[in-house]
C-alpha cells in the first residue's frame, strides 16, 4: 500500500495576502494528499526545517510580494543542505515570465501564475512526485 503524498504549503515573506494558498491547500487535501498549511510569513528557514520535521513529498510556495527570486533560492539552499533534495518545490503566485526559467534552474518543478485552475496544481503535484509518496 502507497502512502498518501504530504505536501508542504507555506508563505514566505511579509506576504499578508493567503486566501490561494488555502484554495490550494483545500483542494490538495480533498485530492487525497496530507497537507500541512504553515501560515503566514515564514522565513526560508522555518520552510524547510517544517519540510525536514513533516518528511513532505514536495513544497508549494505561494509568493506574490515580488520577493521569488529572493526566498526560493534560500529555500532551495537550504533543502539540499539538509539533504532534502528529493522534496520537488513548486511556486505559486505573481511572478514574471521571465523569472520562470531561472527558478526552473535552481530545481523548482512548475510555476503558476494568478487564476491557475486547482485541476492543473494538483496534476502538477502528482507528476512531480511520481503519482505517489518520495518517501516509499
Known amino acids: 500500500m502507497s502512502k498518501k503524498v504530504r505536501v508542504l504549503i507555506a508563505k514566505p515573506g511579509l506576504d499578508g495576502h493567503d486566501r490561494g494558498a488555502k484554495v490550494v491547500a483545500r483542494s490538495l487535501r480533498d485530492a487525497g494528499m496530507e497537507v ?43 533543502l539540499r543542505q539538509q539533504g532534502q533534495e528529493n522534496v520537488r518545490v513548486l511556486v505559486g503566485g505573481i511572478i514574471p515570465d521571465e523569472d520562470v526559467p531561472r527558478l526552473k534552474e535552481l530545481g523548482v518543478v512548475d510555476v503558476f501564475g494568478p487564476g491557475t485552475s486547482t485541476h492543473t496544481i494538483i496534476d502538477a503535484v502528482v507528476r512531480a512526485v511520481g503519482g505517489e509518496s518520495a518517501r516509499n
Open 36 to 78: 500541512i498549511y504553515t501560515g503566514l510569513r515564514q522565513t526560508p528557514e522555518m520552510i524547510a526545517e517544517a519540510a525536514l520535521q513533516e518528511d513532505v513529498d514536495a513544497i508549494g510556495l505561494s509568493i506574490l510580494s515580488g520577493a521569488h527570486m529572493a526566498l526560493v533560492p534560500r529555500v532551495m539552499e537550504l
